[in-house]
């Protein structure tokens, strides 16, 4: 049984209603696509996730109980998957922001590439199994792209959608 099967993915807000917090939410919703706050939480949770995991290794390395290759693991394992850049090192783990985390979205990342003329419409295209990534369709939104995988995001061979002259991408390419 795999650690945290039965616990939830996410945390939900201490308080249920705060207005500003309700709106920031809102235009993330928005601007990224999702489909319900869930997502957005599930996000923000893995966010604190590198954050919390990024302080306990500063916090070894000031004890001095650990060596500097845990950090650079971790801090490897999060250019990888596209979180932090290529010069970035554990301390810049804390100034990340949700955003940094919803960019490496497969649905973002293919509206991003063009895929899709709105964040939903993408959605719709990964939902439907229009898209591949690195020549296997993923049918999940939340899929993780990992840098070394953002140049093969593309429509699926087999889909309608591959065709340049689709309806669905002539109004986008006008």
């Not at 306990?56 to 390395?61: D, K, S, T, V």
């Not at 899709?116 to 959605?123: E, F, I, L, V």
């Amino acid at each position: 049984m795999a650690l945290g099967e039965n616990t939830k993915a996410y945390e939900t807000p201490n308080h249920p209603y705060q207005g500003e917090r309700i709106s920031e939410e809102r235009s993330l919703l928005d601007r990224y696509g999702l489909q319900n706050k869930q997502e957005l939480w599930k996000a923000q949770s893995e966010l604190r996730g590198y954050r919390r995991e990024a302080r306990n290794i500063l916090a070894q390395r000031a004890q001095g109980d650990t060596e500097a290759v845990e950090g650079e693991e971790f801090v490897s394992r999060l250019q990888r998957v596209g979180i932090l850049d290529e010069g970035d090192e554990l301390d810049d783990v804390l100034l990340l922001d949700v955003t940094d985390v919803l960019e490496r979205r497969l649905q973002t990342v293919a509206y991003r590439k063009g895929l899709g003329n709105t964040p939903n419409q993408a959605r719709q295209f990964v939902v439907h199994g229009h898209v591949t990534v690195d020549g296997q369709r993923v049918q999940a939104p939340s899929y993780k792209v990992e840098t070394a995988e953002e140049g093969t995001v593309e429509f699926d061979e087999n889909s309608p959608l591959a065709d340049e002259l689709h309806p669905e991408r002539a109004e986008g390419n006008e």
